[in-house]
């Protein structure tokens, strides 16, 4: 059983940054692919980025390749995301999540059914 708890979520202006991040309970988290999406109001959860076991691997979407990054310390039990040049459609509730498997392509991981934990998602508002 993993516990995931996010925060860092703000209001934040066009074109600045946050930092999210997420921390996961339990002495297996290196052992988890974490994966971070996000959902807008009336719309379906979308895939953000998602990063392997072990750091090395990372996938994004293309609506935020460029702009946001996403790095872990498996020593501190948490997984972040760093978001640049933020721009008024990041707007959204963002998630992260735990996988037990890190999938060789974007498609798999960026299926939230893929996931087996979630966090409870913290609020990220980019005003004009």
């Known amino acids: 059983q993993v516990q995931l708890v996010e925060s860092g979520g703000g209001l934040v202006q066009a074109g600045g940054s946050l930092r999210l991040s997420c921390s996961a309970s339990?002495?297996?988290?290196?052992?988890?692919?974490m994966g971070w999406f996000r959902q807008a109001p009336g719309k379906e959860r979308d895939f953000v980025a998602a990063i392997s076991n072990s750091g090395s691997s990372t996938y994004y979407a293309d609506s935020v390749k460029g702009r946001f990054t996403i790095s872990r310390d498996n020593a501190k039990n948490t997984v972040y995301l760093q978001m640049n040049s933020l721009k008024l459609e990041d707007t959204a509730v963002y998630y992260c999540?735990?996988?037990?498997?890190?999938?060789?392509?974007?498609?798999?991981?960026?299926?939230?059914?893929?996931?087996?934990?979630w966090g409870q998602g913290t609020q990220v508002t980019v005003s004009s």
């Open positions: 999540a735990a996988v037990g498997f890190f999938f060789t392509t974007r498609q798999a991981m960026g299926r939230p059914a893929q996931y087996d934990y």
């Open positions: 339990g002495p297996t988290f290196s052992s988890y692919a």
